[in-house]
């Protein structure tokens, strides 16, 4: 199994290009999260989907949008990208939120908006 | 909403003593706390987790303490090493959502 795996691993863009963050696990979760890290600030969790279909805000979600496309992949798309959203970004999925929480998280997106 | 708090957000110890990193939470419904542990440039990792009917749990050298009457936990870890220096995160349970602690940076010198 690869587990969560994002592509790509680093990118650069110019303040208003857009781009998408791809994200794909193999281990049949349900649940799946995308979460930005910031120096000193944690991990804030920007769009999170709790099963196929369905998606739901988090605590940071301005500028951002998420597909999930079926149960395996979640993907983030940043429409008009700011410095502010510069970042290291970490797709997570879970099994199934009601038995287990335990979070698998795939290696990261280093994004820098120049 | 849930918040989280973590301190010290730096912890520098010699090897071979322990490192002891806490948390308090605000919402008295959480009922499931982890630990994660991020190497530099690594994505994070589960070392241990705590549910809200157990007071402590142990697994080797880590251990994990709950008083939900104060709302707080704590990362014990004994007999430090060099490789346990990392970034500790902690969190705590909302509504499926996970809600992270802003980090400790442990260094374990030799």
């Known amino acids: 199994n690869a587990g969560v795996t994002q592509t790509p691993k680093f990118q650069v863009l110019k303040t208003g290009q857009s781009m998408t963050l791809q994200c794909a696990q193999d281990m049949n979760h349900n649940s799946m999260y995308w979460y930005r890290q910031d120096p000193g600030m944690g991990l804030r969790l920007i769009y999170y989907?709790?099963?196929?279909?369905?998606?739901d805000k988090g605590e940071v979600p301005n500028g951002y949008n998420v597909s999930r496309l079926n149960k395996r992949e979640f993907s983030l798309r940043l429409e008009s990208a700011a410095p502010s959203q510069t970042s290291v970004y970490f797709c997570?999925?879970?099994?199934?939120?009601?038995?287990?929480?335990?979070?698998?998280f795939g290696p990261g997106t280093r994004l820098t908006v120049t | 909403g849930e918040n989280v708090e973590q301190h010290p957000s730096t912890l520098s110890v010699q090897e071979g003593d322990s490192a002891v990193i806490k948390c308090t939470y605000s919402d008295s419904a959480s009922n499931y706390f982890p630990w994660y542990k991020q190497e530099l440039g690594k994505r994070p990792q589960l070392i241990i987790d705590?549910?809200?009917?157990?007071g402590e749990k142990k697994d080797q050298r880590i251990a994990v303490t709950l008083n939900k009457t104060a709302k707080h936990f704590s990362l014990h870890i004994t007999e430090t090493q060099p490789e346990d220096s990392a970034v500790y995160f902690c969190a705590s349970i909302r509504t499926d959502k996970l809600i992270f602690g802003t980090g400790t940076r442990l260094q374990v010198f030799p």
């Open positions: 989907s709790a099963s196929e279909g369905t998606t």
């Open positions: 997570a999925s879970t099994p199934d939120p009601g038995h287990t929480y335990e979070q698998y």
């Open positions: 705590i549910r809200s009917n157990v």
